[in-house]
């Protein structure tokens, strides 16, 4: 640590991000939190990502979860989040997302640099963040999936793709929907406008938090109709079902 560094910490000492708690150096969280979130480490599902139960299917050497078993065509090649959306987690991605707390933007994308360790092994072309509608981005005056994206391509050496997905229309918050609602809610949403960018190339999707996968999922179709070879989704935090 330098001795800039050493003053600035001295006048304004760093806090943990999700408790508040005076930190002696600046790792984003303290121990205790850290401790206490609920990262999603093995044994997960080989293509989904969820975290494996006892319904478990050796398939192929590859630990599958229930709905993957039963699943002929799947959109993703792998989706993978960090940690579980809970009451603890909440916090920081509420911060993140609606109060301008764009400073864990770095924290956040090294918990995906973890995560995401099987898709960078299998080969990605470039990073592509879920678009936000440029109604909400006016209001937001930030794409949060796109400050991840930057941060993450830093970390991989990968570059980001910010404009050849497109969200044509504006919807409803998914949180307001339910069920099939959801996919309702989001069909022909997302565009490609640049396929020429696209086609072939192996995407890696990042978004904040997965819930059913309907934002991922749409993302996906609009990419492999414009050509993408494969489509990876990894996400900060994933509520669990």
Known sequence: MTIWQKFINFILPPRCALCGHIMNVDKGLCDSCLQNIEFLKPPICYH????LGEATHNVNGH?????????????????????AY??????????????D???????????????????????????????????????????????????????????????????????KPQTECSGSARLNNLKGAFTVKHPDKIKGKRILLIDDVLTTGSTLK??????????AKSVDGLTVSRVLR
Not at 70 to 81: D, E, G, H, L, W
Not at 218 to 227: F, M, S, T, Y
């Open 48 to 51: 989904c990502g969820h975290p």
């Open 63 to 83: 630990l599958l979860c229930g709905n993957c078993l039963k699943t002929k065509r799947r959109p993703f090649r792998f989706v993978r989040s960090a940690f």
């Open 218 to 227: 749409e993302c996906c179709v609009a990419l492999k109709r414009a050509g």
């Open 101 to 171: 707390r764009t400073d864990l933007a770095n924290l956040l994308a090294k918990m995906l640099y973890v995560a995401g360790e099987d898709i960078f092994k299998s080969g990605i072309d470039v990073i592509i963040p879920v678009p936000l509608h440029y109604t909400r981005l006016i209001k937001r005056k930030y794409n949060q999936s796109s400050l991840l994206a930057k941060e993450l391509g830093k970390l991989i050496g990968v570059k980001v793709d910010n404009f050849s997905l497109h969200k044509n229309r504006r919807t």
């Open 86 to 99: 809970d009451e603890l987690s909440k916090k920081m991605i509420l911060d993140f997302k609606f109060y």
